[in-house]
């Protein structure tokens, strides 16, 4: 059998190229790291995580925890990592970074049916079937020649963000405390709390400091899910109150009561050396960061081993160019994944991988489509994709709203998300996805 090219060992890419090689499926993985690397990557590892170590919620009542759920029971190569290298995060899902990433990498070399091949991908080929996952950071060349090839389908880019990291010895956690809000799970953030004197000073600050020079970008061209924390504050004194630095649930065990405003710490590997500030994605110039940031009582002495940074990311009008199975409409043989098709989010990226490569390892063995039903999210993920309906495509985290409703009423949010959730899995058991 001829191999599947596939373009890309992001998630989506190393998702796909593991659900086509699982089934069989002779595969070349072709990957431009480490020969070129890109602004936002630090690594030659597949599966690098950019932005945040978190792959968010892990519960049920939570759209992507169904998502992840539902990736689990499709024996994800990406969940099978991420389970087997998770740091503690309450009730999220959060990875050691470099040991996932390089689980990913080892898993994907050793596999019998995936052949990798380091270079620049700079056209499409001709011939064959092509999974293009080359990501939001797909190269110049690569990309000018997709913009080409479908000029008259739109080609669309929004701005991303990356928050700072720092050690762990340099919080000072006498003005810190470790808990999880609510204290649901086990205390797993550090806690750094501003009282409203402060955070007035570092508000003001933070919105006014000196933002790092990115060519295009302008505050409307950003992703909401992924907003510069300094944008965010310019909407409004008490913004970042209700968002990032909410102190809601988090009682300082100094005073009993809620702190003003609180700004959570994150592990960002398995040591519990690094830590991801919560919600500071960031694109202010390195020395501004450490000046405002240090205005936080805990992080006044803090060491940065990674400052917040912007990126470009590309995405395209994927209603009007792609299927439910993430084909190009007009030349099938070519299927997209990750988020240069408008899934945002990591565990998004992986579910579009997944499909792609399920349906293709399907279509290539004779087998009629999955056609995962919208009541999944994997399935709901895909077909708001490649829904023409919509007119002006945003890019889409999974959310309980592009899953039907149950048709009956449930008291509760959280009980309906989790009725909604215990639907899709009984709808995803009665497919065949072997």
């Known amino acids: 059998?001829?191999?599947?090219?596939?373009?890309?060992?992001?998630?989506?890419?190393?998702?796909?190229?593991?659900?086509?090689?699982?089934?069989?499926?002779?595969?070349?993985?072709?990957?431009?790291?480490?020969?070129?690397?890109?602004?936002a990557h630090h690594s030659a590892l597949f599966g690098e995580l950019v932005c945040s170590n978190s792959l968010r919620s892990d519960q049920l009542e939570n759209a992507v925890g169904l998502l992840k759920?539902?990736?689990?029971?499709?024996?994800?190569?990406?969940?099978?990592?991420?389970?087997?290298?998770?740091?503690?995060?309450?009730?999220?899902?959060?990875?050691?970074?470099?040991?996932?990433?390089?689980?990913?990498?080892?898993?994907?070399?050793?596999?019998?049916?995936?052949?990798?091949?380091?270079g620049e991908v700079t056209t499409i080929p001709t011939e064959?079937?092509?999974?293009?996952?080359?990501?939001?950071?797909?190269?110049?060349?690569?990309?000018?020649?997709?913009?080409?090839?479908?000029?008259?389908?739109?080609?669309?880019?929004?701005?991303?963000?990356?928050?700072?990291?720092?050690?762990?010895?340099?919080?000072?956690?006498?003005?810190?405390?470790?808990?999880?809000?609510?204290?649901?799970?086990?205390?797993?953030?550090?806690n750094c709390p501003l009282t409203e004197e402060e955070y007035q000073q570092f508000w003001e600050a933070l919105t006014t400091a000196e933002e790092?020079?990115?060519?295009?970008?302008?505050?409307?061209?950003?992703?909401?899910?992924?907003?510069?924390?300094?944008?965010?504050?310019?909407?409004?004194?008490?913004?970042?109150c209700y968002g990032p630095l909410k102190p809601v649930g988090l009682k300082d065990p100094k005073t009993g009561k809620e702190p003003f405003a609180v700004v959570q710490l994150r592990k960002d590997n398995a040591q519990g050396s690094?830590?991801?500030?919560?919600?500071?994605?960031?694109?202010?110039?390195?020395?501004?960061?450490?000046?405002?940031?240090?205005?936080?009582?805990?992080?006044?002495?803090?060491e940065y081993v990674r400052y917040g940074v912007m990126h470009r990311n590309t995405f395209l009008d994927s209603p009007r160019l792609l299927d439910r199975y993430y084909r190009v409409r007009t030349e099938p043989r070519i299927r997209f994944a990750g988020q240069i098709t408008g899934v945002e989010g990591y565990v998004e990226s992986t579910a579009s991988g997944?499909?792609?490569?399920?349906?293709?390892?399907?279509?290539?063995?004779?087998?009629?489509?999955?056609?995962?039903?919208r009541e999944t999210a994997i399935g709901a993920l895909a077909l708001y994709v490649s829904d023409q309906s919509v007119v002006h495509f945003q890019p889409m985290n999974i959310n309980f709203g592009l899953?039907?409703?149950?048709?009956?009423?449930?008291?509760?949010?959280?009980?309906?998300?989790a009725e909604l959730s215990r639907r899709a899995l009984t709808c995803l058991e009665q497919l065949d996805l072997e």
């Open 128 to 190: 064959g079937q092509v999974i293009i996952a080359s990501g939001p950071l797909t190269s110049d060349a690569l990309a000018e020649e997709i913009r080409q090839k479908w000029i008259q389908d739109g080609y669309l880019h929004f701005f991303d963000a990356a928050a700072p990291l720092v050690t762990f010895e340099s919080v000072d956690m006498d003005s810190a405390w470790f808990a999880s809000r609510y204290d649901r799970g086990t205390p797993d953030y550090i």
């Open 354 to 373: 997944c499909l792609a490569g399920i349906e293709l390892a399907r279509e290539l063995q004779g087998k009629p489509p999955i056609d995962f039903p």
């Open 69 to 118: 759920e539902e990736l689990r029971r499709c024996h994800s190569l990406i969940m099978t990592c991420a389970d087997e290298h998770r740091v503690a995060a309450g009730g999220a899902l959060a990875v050691d970074r470099h040991a996932f990433a390089q689980a990913i990498t080892d898993k994907i070399k050793q596999h019998p049916n995936i052949t990798v091949v380091e």
């Open 403 to 417: 899953i039907p409703p149950l048709g009956y009423r449930v008291k509760g949010k959280r009980n309906k998300n």
């Open 274 to 302: 690094i830590y991801n500030i919560v919600g500071f994605q960031t694109h202010l110039r390195w020395p501004e960061q450490k000046r405002v940031f240090s205005m936080i009582p805990a992080l006044r002495n803090a």
């Open 212 to 240: 790092a020079q990115v060519h295009g970008f302008e505050d409307a061209g950003v992703f909401e899910g992924c907003m510069p924390v300094e944008v965010m504050a310019r909407r409004g004194r008490d913004t970042l």
């Open 1 to 39: 059998m001829e191999a599947v090219t596939v373009i890309g060992a992001g998630l989506a890419g190393c998702e796909a190229a593991w659900q086509l090689a699982q089934r069989g499926i002779p595969v070349v993985l072709q990957e431009m790291k480490p020969q070129k690397m890109t602004p």
